[in-house]
């Protein structure tokens, strides 16, 4: 199964949103290894995410 295109547009160090867990909050990722994503989520800490089956969604980061 290819992965998700919008994960190749994706890099660590980019912050994302998990499409189907909004409670985790925003992500930063930490490292891609394949399809496996490594993202430390501000409400659930670091998840290994499959991005065969998952293509997280880009986010910004909140005005300071």
């Not at 989520?41 to 089956?53: C, H, R, T, Y």
Request: avoid cysteine; proline fraction near 11%; hydrophobic fraction near 40%.
């Amino acid at each position: 199964m290819p992965e998700k295109a919008g994960n190749a547009l994706l890099s660590p160090g980019d912050f994302v949103r998990h499409p189907g867990r909004p409670d985790w909050g925003l992500g930063q990722i930490q490292s891609m290894i394949g399809a496996r994503i490594t993202v430390n989520f501000e409400n659930a800490g670091k998840q290994l995410i499959d991005g065969n089956v998952i293509e997280l969604e880009p986010a910004e980061l909140p005005p300071r």
